[in-house]
């Protein structure tokens, strides 16, 4: 496929270019001082916290969950994005890229990986309190912790692979007289694949998986008297708002892009170059908030258990007996009282739901 003919597009620079060295004192980047801001406000909330969230799990917690575990990855996933924070923070301090085409490549991969990882957990997260309320049963015999850590493991192996384009499409350019870490498609119909994949597999396909996942969970605590708040659905809520804040807009740029490669509006071109640092500080900024949620949901439990809240926040999330293995008097227990429950307000269904609760 030929080269893309644009005449705004940058100069390209291999890993051996030596341009770095003969652009002297460079003028700031666009929104530089907005994205120094948002970069170091992320790292220093978001890396502190989510290291205390591993640690906790690890750590400290006694009755490991399903949950617990799908949380730890997702903690694992932030702090690896947030370690390229430094390296960006240095390129809009200098305003340029000063670490080669290999660390360029490496950082936006570690990001695309923790991308894939993070929604897949989280679609994970809402399929799993799904199977939890319609196929309650069935969720005790399949939620063992072997398949949990089976899924976890096929998370990541896919997540790196489908994050594999941002290695080809990053490349060394050359702005004006900054020398930047950017994207580069040949031609418009690159584009045109990497936006689209991205948004299908990032994005649209995970969050039709999570909007079905709450439909049937909604309609299926409107057809039975089972009506308990757990903190568990709360605080899962709470991540996928989160997570769908920050990344939307993200991925309505990329659309914006490939709108803009397919109709050559110069318009929409410039709206899309203009938009798309902001908002990628933005996307970046996601990998912080979790361990905000976590305190916010689990902040009763602060006064009690202090530095341990967080154990026992995870703790609280069990809503498995079968994969925490603590035996089968407690599913009798449960049974008992799901019986007495249906005998006094006469609907059959509670027995269903109350032998699994949405803890």
Known sequence: MGVWTDTSRPLVLNATTNATQQLGALPPLPGAKLGLAVLSLAFILGFPGNVFVVWSALCRIQKRTVTSLLILHLAVADCAVLLTAPFFLHLLSVGKWEFGQVVCQLC?????????ASIALITLMSLDRCLAVSKPFISQKIRTAAVARSLVLAIWVVSFLLASPVIFYRRLVLKGPHLLC????????????????????????????IIWSYCIIGRRLR???????????????LIVVAFALFWLPFHMVNILDVAGALSLSKTLIKAGKMARPTLTALAFFSSSVNPILYAFTGGALIKTAGIGFMAKLFEGTASEMSSTRVGTGRTIQRLGEAKLEMAQD?????????????E
Do not use: Q, W
């Open 346 to 358: 006469g609907n059959p269904e509670s027995l269903t739901l109350s032998t699994n609760p949405l």
């Open 108 to 116: 936006h991969y570690v990001c695309g990986v923790s991308m894939y």
């Open 182 to 209: 950017d994207l580069f498609h040949p031609s418009p119909g690159h584009l045109v694949f990497h936006n689209v994949f991205e948004t299908l597999t990032g994005f649209v396909l995970p969050f039709t998986a």
């Open 223 to 237: 057809e039975t008297r089972f009506r308990r708040k757990r903190r568990t659905n709360r605080l899962i809520v």
